[in-house]
């Protein structure tokens, strides 16, 4: 029976896990000054506290039960494929383990605060804004954007080595 070490690409997981967890810990401690919004570049960048009670940007709230479940499976499925794959694909392993790292920080939201996520950056323009979100959703966009990429490269690279037909 392997030992699981903590090593390579799992280290963007702690990462992320660890910087949302204080990230959100120091938002919470603020909460009062963050309920009024501050300004830290601009108007385009700014910190306000806000609670999620759905899944990405808000959307879907379905139920407290329900995305502790789908996240729990997430983070089950994305442990599963990160174990099976080469580890010689190092950048598709790091992107998987950001999303990890995303995941686990919601879900610990979702556990231990009633089903409701911290969010609290804010970016956008005037009255065009994005959704508030956190750093546990930067791990996951931004991991899901980087393993998107690799799949795509790694599909043309196949598609270009296959023979030509005749």
Not at 17 to 42: C, Q, T, Y
Not at 81 to 101: K, N, Q, S
Request: net charge positive.
């Amino acid at each position: 029976m392997s030992r699981f070490r903590l090593s390579g690409s799992w280290w963007w997981a702690v990462l992320i896990l660890a910087a949302d967890f204080l990230s959100k810990r120091w938002v919470l401690a603020n909460e009062e000054a963050l309920r009024a919004r501050i300004e830290i570049f601009g108007e385009f960048l700014r910190f306000i506290y806000v609670r999620n009670p759905g899944s990405a940007m808000g959307l879907f709230p379905v139920g407290r039960i329900t995305l502790i479940a789908v996240s729990s499976l997430a983070v089950v499925f994305l442990v599963y494929l990160y174990r099976t794959t080469e580890p010689a694909l190092r950048v598709r392993r790091a992107a998987m383990a950001m999303i990890l790292g995303g995941a686990l920080g919601n879900l610990y939201d979702r556990i231990f605060y009633q089903g409701l996520v911290v969010d609290f950056i804010d970016v956008g323009i005037g009255t065009s804004r994005f959704y508030t979100f956190n750093v546990a959703d930067m791990g996951v966009s931004v991991g899901g954007a980087l393993l998107f990429l690799c799949l795509l490269l790694d599909g043309r690279r196949k598609h270009d080595q296959e023979p030509a037909a005749e």
